[in-house]
């Protein structure tokens, strides 16, 4: 695949997340899906997911059929041309009427991300990143936030049930303990995308799928933050702990990350 196939799957994908943000800020105004049936405890998924979710994978599919596609709704497997997608990250937001949601697009090939898209409807603002040329807002150029240390930084801790509650409260305990000033926004796409553009200075979960990160791990590191690595092949289907945050405060998230989660000792994978 060439470098103009990934940029034409780039553009594709913003035209895609603009037109799939109309179909969620549509139902999202009307209050129509915000309606939605469970899939676990504060794991909603809408009637606008499930559109979105078809709408997308049928513009991808018939844009570039050669493609994988893997969705948070449909499932997928991954690929050496794969598309990853969170059809809306934050739908406990968006099912409640808080406008804290987007619509999150990566592309990968060969099991690394080439292109990310996060577009928030409501703000109408969308977060674009191709490796290698930097991350942009609305087509600004965006950098991560030069952070003194933990008392001048905020950090997105994100919440599941997927991971032991004694390990959040951890968490959260050593952020406050280290002097952090931390939000639980309930979006790992738009944590990712505010730490990109420097609004906040880390995001942290303990564990997510790859569609609500991958577009917006492009963004932190094309913005010139640091990244988790997040395993591709298998590990696309699975949860794992992720964190993003700009490099003056790398060393001391990991640290309280490792210090919150069990079994001790893991590390967090890292590329840089
Ligand atoms: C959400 C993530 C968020 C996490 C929620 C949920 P969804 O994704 O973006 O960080 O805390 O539990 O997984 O389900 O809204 O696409």
């Avoid at 030069?146 to 930084?153: K, V």
Wanted: aromatic share 8%; hydrophobic share 40%.
């Amino acid at each position: 695949m060439t470098g103009n196939d990934i940029d034409r799957r780039h553009r594709f994908a913003q035209d895609c997340a603009r037109q799939a943000g109309a179909i969620a800020r549509h139902y999202f105004r009307s209050g129509e899906a915000l309606s939605s049936a469970e899939k676990g405890r504060h794991d909603p998924v809408t009637q606008a997911d499930l559109e979105i979710d078809r709408f997308l994978i049928d513009q991808l599919a018939g844009a570039f059929p050669a493609d994988g596609i893997l969705t948070e709704e449909t499932g997928g497997s991954p690929a050496r041309h794969l598309w990853v997608i969170d059809p809306i990250d934050g739908t406990l937001n968006f099912a409640r009427g808080i406008a804290h949601f987007a619509v999150s697009i990566a592309f990968c090939v060969d099991g690394q991300t080439e292109s990310g898209v996060v577009y928030d409807p409501v703000s109408n603002e969308i977060f674009t990143a191709r490796r290698g040329q930097g991350a942009f807002c609305n087509g600004r150029p965006i950098r991560v936030r030069a952070a003194r240390g933990p008392s001048d930084a905020i950090v997105d801790a994100g919440y599941s049930l997927r991971h032991p509650a004694a390990d959040y409260l951890g968490l959260i305990g050593n952020l406050l303990g280290q002097g952090y000033a931390f939000v639980q926004n309930g979006s790992a796409a738009m944590g990712l995308a505010a730490v990109a553009c420097g609004r906040i200075d880390g995001f942290c979960e303990l564990s997510l799928k790859s569609w609500d990160v991958l577009a917006g791990l492009l963004l932190v590191e094309e913005a010139g933050g640091w990244t988790s690595d997040f395993p591709h092949g298998p590990g696309l289907l699975e949860n794992h702990k992720v964190l993003a945050c700009t490099p003056s405060i790398r060393q001391s998230l990991q640290d309280l990350m490792l210090a919150a989660t069990t079994p001790r000792g893991e590390t967090l994978l890292s590329s840089r």
